[in-house]
């Protein structure tokens, strides 16, 4: 058998969606939409192949790492299905694992589940075609650097802790648990700071970061499309990297900033939401992404050996309601149940800590909700068995039987490249429950149980998974813990069932285990109608409003406006919504891009131009909610405005510079058409 190592392939691509008037998903308010973008959304794709064939496992491993709030069924079978129809890769559900960095500002309306899209204002087909496309266009920018660079990749895993990035927001509810489940956690968070390394001739060409912190350090008064902290650390660490060691296909290095168990770790270090480390959310994000990329670049110092050549994975579909549970899985020598899809009140009001939920509702126990509860759960003492003492406020599973509301089956997911297990959990996880899952996991494969990481945010979505101690103290995350008490211990006997089949060699079964995956729901209907764009006569699309002063120094901040179209417009048609460009000196001097909306010294705020009376817009946010979707004959076109901000970064080089926007415009008369604006060429220095 010839020598095998490991061949890599790493790409990017933007998957940014909607940037105007589309309901953001993760805080779950509807009058946050989106009016433009402080960072883009990229996916970032990483092949693991065999450089021969032969040996135990599998012959690829496709991980892709995606900045989004979250990834649904609806996205993870439709990415597959575009991978199969275009052919080539070999990629299903077995060995491809899509994991989001969970930003709580990016653009929603992807799922084909009505639950998610309540608050986004419904199905949004340009958002979903954004993604489902953008991810594979990283895919197939990954198979193009593993087939433009033949030579064996050397795979190294590094790990450190890391404080001042998290801050456990449930205390109470982890103090619940037994003192062995919190003695690995001192502090009451999850510092644990892993970096897998790719690296071609000695030289680090990519790699994928995993840390438990929440996407929040943006509030819910945000309503510009951000990448949050763990965008900012990928954007920090791929520049800081010399473009030359990086793909051609991605032009320059791949670094991706993954979850692990952080269900119950929040940013906002001060506990309240925009506060900590500063007061300033944009400041915060940039804060606690700086620090996850100094960290990973830390590790990317380490001496490590490299990894043995390993590639395996195992998956199964799961249908977690109903689902018997082993007593050597629940803890007290008895068998349990999970219950049907159901919301806790506690759920329903947020996490204090990065945002508030629907007024009326707050976190843990109350009187009246455990007096509720008595009633309730003595009429129904097997719904007792299963969720007490959550206060049901939402049955999914009632609402499923007339419209696909909530998922109660999703995949989960074993994959082993090397020395690293990835454990991927379609749930937020915090990290006692993640603890609980690794040991399992480490237990059966024999592995050191650092090497093994609970990857969340992956394939699909449930909602919240917490030990039953969490769960029995009913904050936001055990109210979210859709299946009831015994679904951390559920998931754990499917852990087991997964690891045990890695090692055997064979396809896992076991209850609730589904030998094929359950039939998806169609998309939903669409109920957003988008205005056409109009001017007043005598303006053109791209004319200038307000113009940049001659001069600026380094530091200062340069603010313009232009006409415009409805960014939407411009989804899968303009690259970049705006330029930053510098003029170069020489015998023909031309312009060089600086800085687009995929920087963060740079901000694209849109609003609508008018506001009438009869409108049903107002700059860019809902006058009556109820009438937001639907344009009365008045607002059936509309004028946009495009307001661009240039921080100005210290020690930029002197010299003459301009601002260009791109955008599209979609009109009765002229259907669709591209157009730019620029701004006069003013002086930095």
């Known amino acids: 058998m010839p020598n095998v190592g490991f061949r890599v392939g790493s790409g990017r691509a933007d998957i940014t969606g909607e940037p105007a008037d589309c309901g953001m998903l993760g805080y779950g308010k509807r009058t946050q939409r989106s009016a433009g973008i402080h960072l883009r959304l990229n996916a970032r794709a990483f092949i693991f192949a065999r450089s021969a064939a032969g040996g135990d496992g599998v012959e690829r491993v496709l991980l892709v790492v995606a900045e989004l709030p979250l990834i649904f069924d609806s996205v993870h079978r439709a ?30 309306g992807y799922s084909h589940h009505r639950m998610y899209n309540s608050t986004t204002h419904g199905f949004r087909p340009a958002t979903f075609d ?41 205390r109470s509810s982890f103090e619940r648990n037994p ?91 001060a506990l309240r939401p925009g506060h900590g480390p500063t007061d300033d959310e944009f400041a915060n994000a940039s804060l606690i992404g ?17 990894m043995p ?22 803890g007290d020598g008895e068998v349990h149940r999970t219950g049907q899809v159901c919301a806790g009140s506690s759920a329903l009001a947020g996490a204090g800590a990065d945002g508030r939920g629907f007024a009326g509702f707050r976190e843990g126990r109350g009187r009246i909700g455990d007096w509720t509860n008595r009633l309730r759960y003595r009429l129904q003492p097997d719904l007792a068995g299963r969720q007490a003492p959550k206060c049901v406020a939402v049955s999914g599973a009632t609402l499923n039987r007339r419209v696909p509301f909530v998922a109660d089956a999703a995949p989960m997911q074993l994959l082993r490249i090397g ?22 996991v480490a237990g059966v494969l024999g592995a050191d149980l650092d090497h093994v990481l609970v990857c969340g945010y992956s394939n699909g979505y449930l909602h919240y998974v917490t030990t039953p101690a969490e769960y029995d103290e009913q904050r936001y995350e055990g109210g979210s813990t859709l299946f009831g008490r015994w679904q951390l211990p559920a998931m754990c006997q499917v852990a087991h069932e997964l690891a045990e089949a890695m090692v055997q060699r064979r396809v896992p079964t076991g209850p609730g285990l589904l030998p094929q995956p359950p039939a998806a729901p169609r998309p939903p209907r669409v109920s957003y109608r ?31 406006s232009f006409h415009s179209g409805n960014l939407n417009n411009g989804v899968g048609r303009v690259e970049r919504f705006l330029e930053v460009q510098r003029r170069e000196p020489g015998a023909e ?25 009869g409108d049903r817009y107002r700059l860019g946010r809902p006058h009556r909610l109820g009438n937001a979707l639907r344009p009365g004959r008045r607002d059936r076109e509309q004028g946009s405005i495009i307001s661009i901000t240039w921080q100005i970064p210290v020690g930029t080089t002197g010299g003459e510079y301009r601002i260009i926007h791109h955008g599209t415009a979609r009109t009765g008369s002229h259907g669709s058409y591209d157009f730019s604006g620029q701004t006069p060429p003013f002086e930095v220095r």
């Open 419 to 440: 020395d690293l297990y990835l454990l991927g959990v379609p749930a937020e996880v915090t990290i006692v429950a993640g603890l609980q899952l690794r040991r399992t």
């Open 530 to 560: 988008q205005p056409l764009d109009r001017l007043d006569a005598g303006r053109r699309f791209g004319d200038l409003i307000a113009g940049p002063r001659p001069r600026y120094r380094p530091g200062d901040r340069v603010v313009v």
């Open 130 to 170: 954004a993604i489902v496309g953008g991810i594979v266009t990283a895919v197939r920018r990954a198979e193009r650097d593993l087939t433009e660079n033949p030579a064996d990749a050397i795979l190294r895993l590094t790990q450190a802790e890391l404080f001042g990035a998290s801050v456990n927001r449930s």
């Open 179 to 269: 003192a062995a489940d919190r003695a690995p956690f001192p502090h009451a968070v999850d510092p644990l700071s892993t970096l897998l390394r790719i690296e071609r001739g000695g030289e680090l060409t990519a790699a994928v970061h995993f840390f438990a912190t929440h996407g929040t350090s943006m509030t819910n008064k945000n309503n510009l499309i951000s990448s949050d902290n763990k965008g900012f650390a990928a954007y920090s660490c791929e520049r800081s990297v010399p473009p030359e060691r990086g793909s051609g296909a991605s032009a320059g290095p791949v670094f991706a900033f993954a979850q692990t168990n952080s269900g119950d770790m929040s940013p906002n270090l």
């Open 309 to 330: 050549v390993h590639l395996d994975a195992v998956m199964s579909y799961v249908r977690f309601a109903d689902l018997p549970v082993a007593p050597r899985f629940t």
């Open 79 to 108: 990415v597959l299905a575009r991978l199969a129809a275009e052919g080539g890769g070999g990629y299903d559900a077995t060995n491809t694992l899509i994991t989001a960095t969970h930003t709580h500002c990016g653009p929603g």
């Open 290 to 306: 700086a620090r996850q990329a100094a960290s990973a670049l830390a590790l990317a110092q380490v001496p490590a050996t490299p």
């Open 589 to 613: 001097p031309g312009w060089e891009r600086v800085a687009d909306d995929g920087d963060p010294q740079t901000m694209l705020r849109w609003q609508r131009s008018r506001s009438r009376p």
